[in-house]
């Protein structure tokens, strides 16, 4: 049976939960709306008259489509060229999804988002579902085809495996961004020692290229070896400016709900370096520069007027 415009409509209305839902579970946008779209085209097919919780039904399609989806990306990741990053999202991208609380916060930070690569799918999909959306067990069990209780199991399992893998504390967005402000003057002074201060001993910086644009694959590790791949990155070069088609601006603003280092040639995004701040100075970079995953980024960043570059890099 056709659907009505008021199908069609229930479901568009449902589809920013949908695609927050499904950015969380595969930490990429572009997978996310493929899931979402799958979901719309089995609604679609479905005798929606007889659906009696359309919201319930819709996310129990698309949270076993993201589960189907996860198992095969792991293998793809297997052979992925270097690190793998989750795709960023900047500020102002409807699918961060809800931010009320500190908990939802936190589940779509870029740091949680790559501590949940670890996790297996379906607890994957009960630390979203709970964390970040608020479900209750009996309605997550339902979703799963598990029970009440191992729901309860897989997400206290889930929550500690996060946990464990935070070392540290993150602070407030204020103090966070002042202290990146601190990082780009020190990076573009030439000089090492003043990014040696800014950082904790054992921080680290992570790229992920895909294969597409050079990254180094294992981690820069230690203060000094970040501190000094950090001046190097922000020094001008011919060669970097004829890799990404011209001179970078280079702009502060947040990825994930959390400071970020945007780099901008034209209106085309080419790099977004998501910053892990905590009480101790910067822990983390995690550097997406895979223009693959940066197209909707780009999208967003020309949407809105980011005013001018603190300066310009490459």
């Given at each position: 049976?056709?659907?009505?415009?008021?199908?069609?409509?229930?479901?568009?209305a449902?589809?920013?939960?949908?695609?927050?839902?499904?950015?969380?579970?595969?930490?990429?946008?572009?997978?996310?709306?493929?899931?979402?779209?799958?979901?719309?085209?089995?609604?679609?097919?479905?005798?929606?008259?007889?659906?009696?919780?359309?919201?319930?039904?819709?996310?129990?399609?698309?949270?076993?489509?993201?589960?189907?989806?996860?198992?095969?990306?792991?293998?793809?990741?297997?052979?992925?060229?270097?690190?793998?990053?989750?795709?960023?999202?900047?500020?102002?991208?409807?699918?961060?999804?809800?931010?009320?609380?500190?908990?939802?916060?936190?589940?779509?930070?870029?740091?949680?988002?790559?501590?949940?690569?670890?996790?297996?799918?379906?607890e994957?999909?009960?630390?979203?579902?709970?964390?970040?959306?608020?479900?209750?067990?009996?309605?997550?069990?339902?979703?799963?085809?598990?029970?009440?209780?191992?729901?309860?199991?897989?997400?206290?399992?889930?929550?500690?495996?996060?946990a464990?893998?935070?070392?540290?504390?993150?602070?407030?967005?204020?103090?966070?961004?002042?202290i990146?402000?601190?990082?780009?003057?020190?990076?573009?002074?030439?000089?090492?020692?003043p990014?040696?201060?800014?950082?904790?001993?054992?921080?680290?910086?992570?790229?992920?290229?895909?294969?597409?644009?050079?990254?180094?694959?294992?981690?820069?590790?230690?203060?000094?070896?970040?501190?000094?791949?950090?001046?190097?990155?922000?020094?001008?070069?011919?060669?970097?400016?004829?890799?990404?088609?011209?001179?970078?601006?280079?702009?502060?603003?947040?990825?994930?709900?959390?400071?970020?280092v945007?780099?901008?040639?034209?209106?085309?995004?080419?790099?977004?370096?998501?910053?892990?701040?905590?009480?101790?100075?910067?822990?983390s970079?995690?550097?997406?520069?895979?223009?693959?995953?940066?197209?909707?980024?780009?999208?967003?960043?020309?949407?809105?007027?980011?005013?001018?570059?603190?300066?310009?890099?490459?």
């Amino acid at each position: 049976m056709p659907l009505t415009m008021n199908d069609v409509d229930r479901f568009e209305a449902a589809r920013p939960r949908l695609e927050a839902i499904a950015y969380r579970l595969l930490g990429s946008a572009s997978e996310a709306e493929d899931a979402v779209q799958e979901a719309f085209l089995r609604w679609q097919a479905a005798d929606v008259a007889r659906i009696e919780v359309p919201e319930a039904w819709l996310t129990k399609v698309l949270t076993n489509l993201c589960l189907n989806q996860l198992t095969s990306a792991r293998v793809r990741r297997e052979t992925y060229v270097g690190q793998w990053l989750p795709e960023p999202l900047l500020e102002g991208d409807p699918m961060l999804g809800p931010a009320d609380t500190a908990e939802q916060r936190e589940s779509v930070s870029y740091a949680v988002l790559t501590l949940m690569e670890r996790l297996s799918p379906n607890e994957r999909a009960v630390y979203v579902l709970r964390e970040a959306f608020d479900y209750p067990h009996r309605e997550i069990a339902e979703i799963l085809d598990i029970s009440e209780a191992s729901s309860q199991q897989v997400f206290h399992r889930a929550r500690k495996h996060i946990a464990d893998g935070k070392a540290r504390t993150e602070i407030d967005a204020e103090a966070a961004r002042r202290i990146v402000e601190e990082f780009l003057a020190a990076a573009t002074s030439g000089q090492t020692e003043p990014l040696v201060r800014l950082l904790t001993a054992d921080a680290v910086s992570i790229g992920d290229g895909g294969g597409k644009v050079p990254a180094r694959a294992k981690p820069f590790e230690g203060a000094l070896a970040v501190a000094r791949f950090m001046r190097g990155l922000f020094r001008p070069a011919p060669a970097k400016r004829a890799l990404v088609g011209g001179s970078a601006g280079i702009f502060l603003s947040e990825a994930n709900g959390r400071p970020a280092v945007v780099a901008v040639v034209g209106d085309r995004v080419v790099g977004v370096m998501c910053v892990e701040v905590t009480p101790e100075g910067i822990a983390s970079f995690r550097n997406q520069v895979n223009p693959d995953k940066l197209d909707r980024a780009s999208a967003v960043w020309a949407g809105t007027d980011r005013g001018e570059p603190l300066f310009r890099a490459f």
